[in-house]
T-cell receptor, first 113, second 114 residues
Framework: NAGVTQTPKFRVLKTGQSMTLLCAQD?????MYWYRQDPGMGLRLIHY???????AKGEVPDGYNVSRLKKQNFLLGLESAAPSQTSVYFC????????????FGDGTRLSIL | GESVGLHLPTLSVQEGDNSIINCAYS??????FIWYKQESGKGPQFIID?????DKRQGQRVTVLLNKTVKHLSLQIAATQPGDSAVYFC?????????????FGKGTHLIIQP
């Protein structure tokens, strides 16, 4: 029972490089999310998606793009990485409807040099 | 915007004692609350939730209390074990089930002393 799987687990980039973080969930959830977690800041929402082909901005969307081409996958892209994007990135998913918890992956630790 | 905060960044308790982790929220419209546990190197793990029409909910060794009058949420862990060492986050939902409604607190680090 995999739940939410994130790849890669670790990555080091140079300033200006691009990369894509992959999130996959096998729970048939409609909603998916990308968060970043920084020391002392808690979890902050970057982008989210309410279904295949739809995305929306969260609290801190600048410098990131996302795509949801398939229901089970949610991609987070950094077009030109900056040191301020050094963080731990978490993906989450949940069903629609009445309020319910989001289920999280184990994160991608990204360092931008 | 609204905020969800924790009263203490670190809480140290003796193994076997009960732990109480507190959380204050500011949005009166919030109607759903969740507690998460995050172990080192892992993602947040759901522990227990509560809706605003309740003031108490119990799980296995955990109890969540909600006081809407003072906008306060607490997580009680009974007979704390070494495996309970983690950072605990509260989160509130003010969207009534909408997609983007969760706001997270900064977390409390629970340390279990042997």
């Amino acid at each position: 029972n995999a739940g939410v799987t994130q790849t890669p687990k670790f990555r080091v980039l140079k300033t200006g490089q691009s990369m894509t973080l992959l999130c996959a969930q096998d729970m048939n959830h409609e909603y998916m999310y990308w968060y970043r977690q920084d020391p002392g800041m808690g979890l902050r929402l970057i982008h989210y998606s309410v279904g295949e082909g739809t995305t929306a901005k969260g609290e801190v969307p600048d410098g990131y793009n996302v795509s949801r081409l398939k229901k089970q996958n949610f991609l987070l892209g950094l077009e030109s990485a900056a040191p301020s994007q050094t963080s731990v990135y978490f993906c989450a998913s949940r069903h629609t409807g009445r309020p319910q918890p989001q289920h999280f992956g184990d994160g991608t630790r990204l360092s931008i040099l | 915007g609204e905020s969800v905060g924790l009263h203490l960044p670190t809480l140290s308790v003796q193994e076997g004692d009960n732990s109480i982790i507190n959380c204050a929220y500011s949005n009166s419209a919030s109607d759903y609350f969740i507690w998460y546990k995050q172990e080192s190197g892992k993602g947040p793990q759901f522990i227990i939730d509560i809706r605003s029409n309740m003031d108490k909910r119990q799980g296995q060794r955990v109890t969540v209390l909600l006081n809407k009058t003072v906008k306060h949420l607490s997580l009680q862990i009974a007979a704390t074990q070494p495996g309970d060492s983690a950072v605990y986050f509260c989160a509130e939902d003010h969207s009534g089930g909408g997609a983007d409604g969760l706001t997270f607190g900064k977390g409390t680090h629970l340390i279990i002393q042997p």
